[in-house]
Structures are given as C-alpha cells and as structure tokens.
C-alpha cells in the first residue's frame, strides 16, 4: 500500500499535544487559546484543528474541513510539479578536424536537442598530439555556436580542461517534457455525494405463447 506522506505531515484535533495555539481560518480572528477550546470550537464549526505551523510560538492551527484541507495542498503539490522542467544535459563530441558531413550530422542532432527544451555539452576531444590544433578545435565550437544561433545562446564559452575543450549551449525556449506525468491519488480527493437510484419497476414480460381461446391478455 502506497504511504501517503501528506497526511503524515499534520497533526489534526487530539494529536495537538501543546497546551496552547494560535488559531486562523475563514471569518475567524486569529487568537491564541488553549488547545482543548481550540478543539471543542472546531467542533462547534464543524471543522478539524489541523497544525500548518507546528514550530511557531505557538503553534498555528487552522480551523478547516481536514479532507479539504489536504485535497487543497494536494492539488497545490501538483500545479507546482506540473510547472517544473526538467532540463538533461546532451553531449557533443567532436575531433579538431571533423569533416563537414559528421559536422552537419551532430548539428542537425543539437538543434533537435535543444528545441525539446535540453542544454547542450559541445567539446572537442584532443587525442594525443592533437593538441597542437587546439585553436582550431575553438574555432569549430564557435562555428557551432553560431550555426545554432536559433536554437540556443552560449552559455559558457569554450574552456580548454585537460583534452577537452568544452562549451554549453542552453535552449532559447525550455520546452515542457512530454514525459511529464501527475502523480494522481484518488485517496485524498472529496468524496462525491452518493447517487440515490429510484428503484426500478420489474418489467412485465409479454406472452409469446398461443393465446387460448376465451381468456384476454393485455396488449
């Protein structure tokens, strides 16, 4: 069974343990009483004491519908996780001297990356005596750059790291993932009213039998 660590985050009524709370809530002036009468006028309202700030001095509690208050926040954790984007870092490679067919190739793969909402990692890889090109290897990351203009704006220009030389691109317009799934729990939703159902009438069955001479049989 799934945990629900909403709930687990409140305490409500006679789990308040503290001797007194400042209490708030709709049309109600915001006081500081003894816990037992912030209880007993909850009850009265036809509300729950639920603690939302258990380290204040003292504790504010809020005079509100327990199942409404967590459906509330619920629908708030959601609205929140619905606007986030994730952002996943693709990397580049390339050599000091790629060739114009891999280096239209790996072009053609960041800006498909970076029009889904992704950053990025561009370097050029020195191996060995390679190095000596690495003027040429900035050169091709600016021409990168450029050539994706559209797509995206330097983040950081090109740094030389050990035989790496490395520059991030980020996208112009993050873009929300697809992938992106709620994480719906009825639990904590309201609960609907119950539909009353009329009591259906038994339905009459006709007689498909030979009617018998002398007896009358309804339509």
């Keep these: 069974m799934k945990k629900n660590n909403l709930k687990s985050q409140y305490r409500v009524n006679e789990q308040i343990r503290v001797h007194e709370v400042r209490i708030v809530g709709d049309d109600i002036e915001s ?33 509100i519908d327990y199942s409404k208050f967590i459906y509330q926040q619920k629908k708030r954790q959601k609205e929140m996780k619905a606007k986030q984007v994730k952002v996943e870092v693709k990397e580049i490679r390339f050599g000091p001297q790629t060739d114009d067919h891999d280096y239209n190739f790996k072009l053609k793969h960041a800006q498909g990356f970076l029009s889904d909402g992704d950053k990025v990692k561009a370097y050029v890889f020195f191996r060995g005596r390679s190095i000596l090109f690495k003027e040429q290897g900035e050169v091709l990351l600016l021409r990168f750059a450029q050539d994706l203009e559209e797509y995206g704006k330097v983040e950081s220009m090109p740094v030389l790291e050990g035989k790496r030389m490395t520059m991030f691109i980020a996208p112009k317009k993050v873009a929300p993932k697809k992938d992106v799934a709620l994480d719906d729990d009825d639990d904590d939703e309201l609960p609907e009213e119950p539909i009353r159902k009329k009591p259906q009438q038994k339905e009459r069955k006709e007689y498909t039998g030979p009617k018998v001479e002398g007896e009358d049989w309804d339509d």
């Design 31 to 63: 006081q500081v009483l003894p816990t037992r009468d912030a209880i007993h006028l909850a009850e009265q309202k036809g509300v729950d004491l639920v603690e939302i700030s258990p380290n204040a001095d003292p504790p504010v509690c809020r005079l």
